[in-house]
């Protein structure tokens, strides 16, 4: 068995390999053996190609013939690679994409950016530029009016600022600026084979990490020397880390922690949430394990959040209202003496999120969402209990709907006796 420091030794490992230029190298290759178990498990993933961003293309200007909107506009973020595969950062100079109704999109962006955007574009696209002294949504303004659509409503995309917005209505006096959810969501929440294929992927490497952390979790860490561990895992599966959140003993009663640093322990439940990108799919994992031997009560609560999770599966029907699955989760933690609704000790949050590109997108499984659950959707489940001042316990696995119902991405763990499953 290693002993603690070894495990520092990795810990600082990880850190290296995040901040090389704070930790010697030296500590790097100490670390070697202990990962060198792990090898790149992504060489077989299938970047989206030409014919699919093809497809979304017309998928998404079908959508708009269907509810009447001339054009959208897109700024960087998902939603830009999504349909362009151009990928930028957001910063007071507008870089923009505008998908017309007909005809290729439209990139409008500095001109001295112009190179470097072109070097991700993925689509056969009109190019404008805007120098310095120009308004970028005056060009905006003048490719919406070439292509005959300044007369139609303009959907603007959820995330985009309120400059570009109220920019562009300002260029074009008149112009009716609607929401392009619509279409947007009409496409991004359908995820294709693969699309599917990817977040597979991504989950796979989750997986793998914790298969490969969770022997090696020790009394005296913390959620960072966890979180770490975890990280250096994953990348050298090939994932790339988004989130590797460690909540140890009382921090797991909250759901994304404590500002208090808590060290692993005996009797103290360990609570993980973490997720990774493949070719720009994410994965969304939960898990939650007690060092040592756990308690009657931290049984008795992993025991009814692996039965939340179950019923949140069953509820998960074709065309059943994307709230209903949280509706039925709090029934059964109600019935069991938690709650009632949001209330704590009890489930505080959604039962689940939307996952994709982003890892929480659109829709919610969330009391209210009344959007009918579809094929292609794809969703965390998600639903923890925590006891304020005392532990909490999440187990997360993702799945996808079917036309025959929900499917496992990751398969939820048994017993609190195998934690990861």
């Known amino acids: 068995m290693q002993t603690l420091l070894s495990r520092r030794t990795l810990i600082a490992a990880a850190a290296a390999a995040a901040l090389p230029f704070l930790v010697r190298p030296g500590l790097l290759r ?3 053996p202990d990962l060198s178990a792990l090898s790149d498990i992504t060489g077989g993933a299938v970047p989206i190609g030409p014919e699919e961003r093809a497809r979304r293309l017309a998928r998404a200007q079908g959508l708009m013939k269907a509810n009447g909107i001339g054009a959208i506009l897109i700024e960087p973020g998902s939603s830009m690679i999504y349909f362009t595969g151009v990928r930028w950062g957001r910063s007071e100079r507008l870089t923009a994409a ?3 109704v007909e005809g290729e999109p439209c990139i409008v962006t500095p ?9 991700t574009l993925a689509v056969p696209a009109e190019v404008r530029v805007w ?8 060009v905006v303004a003048g490719f919406l009016r070439d292509r005959k659509l300044s007369g139609r409503p303009i959907g603007i995309e959820e995330t985009a600022r309120f400059f570009a917005f109220d920019g562009l209505q300002k260029a074009m006096p ?3 600026l609607v929401s392009a959810n619509p279409v947007v969501r009409g496409c991004r929440m359908i995820k294709t084979p693969a699309e599917i294929a990817l977040m597979q992927l991504a989950t796979d490497v989750t997986m793998a990490a914790y298969r490969w952390l ?3 979790v020790e009394a005296g860490m913390t959620g960072a020397d966890i979180g770490a561990l975890m990280s250096a895992a994953t990348r050298k599966l090939g994932g790339s880390p988004e989130f590797s959140m460690a909540l140890v003993g009382e921090a797991s009663a909250y759901p994304h922690g404590s500002k208090q640093v808590h060290r692993v322990a005996g009797g103290q439940v360990v609570l993980m949430d973490c997720g990774c990108t493949v070719q720009g799919y994410q994965s969304d994992v939960s898990r939650s394990w007690v060092h040592g031997t756990a308690s009657v009560e931290q049984r008795k609560v992993w025991d009814m959040v692996a039965k939340g999770q179950q019923v949140a599966l069953a509820a998960a ?3 059943a209202p994307a709230g209903s699955i949280d509706d039925a989760v709090r029934r059964y933690y109600t019935a069991q003496g938690f709650g009632p609704d949001y209330r704590l000790p009890g489930l505080s949050h959604r039962t689940g999120h939307g996952i994709g590109m982003d890892g929480h997108e659109p829709v919610n499984l969330v009391r209210g969402e009344a959007m009918p659950l579809a094929s292609g959707m794809c969703f965390s489940n998600e639903p923890g209990l ?3 001042g005392r532990f909490g316990i999440r187990l997360e696995d993702c799945f996808h709907m079917t036309e025959d119902g929900p499917v496992w991405f990751s398969k939820p763990p048994q017993s609190i006796e195998a934690p990861i499953g």
């Open 386 to 388: 925590y006891l304020p």
């Open 30 to 32: 100490a670390a070697e």
């Open 174 to 176: 008149g112009v009716r």
């Open 317 to 319: 029907k074709p065309g």
């Open 214 to 216: 969770h022997p090696r």
């Open 131 to 138: 120098q310095e002294d120009q308004n970028p949504l005056a």
């Open 111 to 119: 001109f001295f950016e112009e190179h470097s955007v072109r070097e």
């Open 98 to 100: 505008i998908l017309p």
